[in-house]
């Protein structure tokens, strides 16, 4: 395949809704661009299919959708946004960490991230009108934290599995999202058989590699007749810019301005896509203005 989507649906009459997202591509540019190891590329496509899924609910271009883990693990914070529904961007503290693998052969991507902190979620729905909600990390998987954090934060009988598969030479070969919920009066046998149906599900990113399309991944959880969306396109992108970096440093204490315009000038890297921005030390002294 060669372009990321995502692809909604309902089934039940309505009270089951789908969401399955391919993120192979977006994971794939985030570890080029952050030189990531494994463990660090595997978080970060977790973190986008879970970023990539909520981004379907954004409304306009300027709305924005934040999933952040920071566990205190060795990977530090982990990072993926959404902006206008289909624009994805991650970024990972520490991308070359190596640990040995889990006795069932798969990247310890939990003990990388680690438990002691927070599962968190930031929606803007435009510029400066924000909320947030978190939850403990349970097991630092991002699967179970997600769907720990639909349970506990938003009270939605939900399930979900997030995947990325590795290549023996440490590249991302797969990554996709599937997330079922159960709208209030949905039939306690459904949403059983839907459980039952995940328990069932085969490793979800091995399947896209093999050629499986996210139509077949919700065919596999939950039963006929289904009613789908319009797949929707996802890319990689980042939207910083030299204005927003700019405001960035203009709200740098006038002290630490002064010592960068000592130094000759600065260079700031973006934290999600490497991007450089110099500025020369009469460019900063122009900002400096504004402390008077
Ligand atoms: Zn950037």
């Not at 924005?64 to 982990?78: A, K, Q, W, Y």
Request: hydrophobic letters at 40%.
């Amino acid at each position: 395949m060669t372009t990321d989507y995502r692809i909604r649906a309902t089934a039940a009459d309505g009270l089951l809704r789908m969401v399955a997202v391919n993120t192979t591509v977006t994971a794939r540019e985030a570890q080029r661009v952050h030189e990531a190891w494994p463990l660090a590329a595997a978080a970060m496509g977790r973190l986008l299919s879970v970023a990539a899924i909520l981004a379907g609910d954004l409304k306009s271009h300027s709305s924005r959708i934040t999933v952040e883990v920071d566990g205190n693990g060795p990977l530090g914070r982990v990072v993926a946004e959404g902006q206008g529904s289909q624009r994805l961007r991650a970024r990972v503290q520490h991308p070359h960490v190596e640990l040995p693998l889990r006795n069932d052969g798969k990247l310890d991507v939990g003990q990388a991230v680690g438990t002691d902190g927070t599962f968190r979620i930031i929606r803007e729905s435009s510029p400066g009108e924000w909320y947030q909600s978190q939850v403990a990390l349970t097991s630092g998987e991002i699967g179970d934290d997600f769907l720990h954090y639909l349970v506990q934060s938003e009270q939605i009988p939900s399930a979900v599995s997030v995947g990325v598969l590795i290549s023996a030479e440490g590249l991302v070969m797969a990554s996709a999202g599937v997330m079922v919920q159960a709208l209030p009066g949905c039939p306690a046998s459904v949403v059983e058989d839907v459980a039952a149906r995940f328990q069932a599900l085969d490793q979800i990113s091995r399947q896209v590699a093999e050629g499986a399309n996210l139509e077949s991944l919700i065919r596999q959880v939950v039963p006929e007749p289904i009613h789908w969306a319009a797949p929707e396109t996802l890319t990689w992108a980042c939207w910083c810019n030299r204005t927003s970096v700019t405001e960035a440093l203009k709200a740098l204490p006038t002290h630490d301005l002064e010592e960068l315009i000592g130094d000759g000038g600065a260079e700031v890297t973006c934290h999600f896509c490497r991007q450089r921005y110099h500025f020369s030390a009469k460019e900063l002294a122009a900002l400096g203005g504004d402390h008077g």
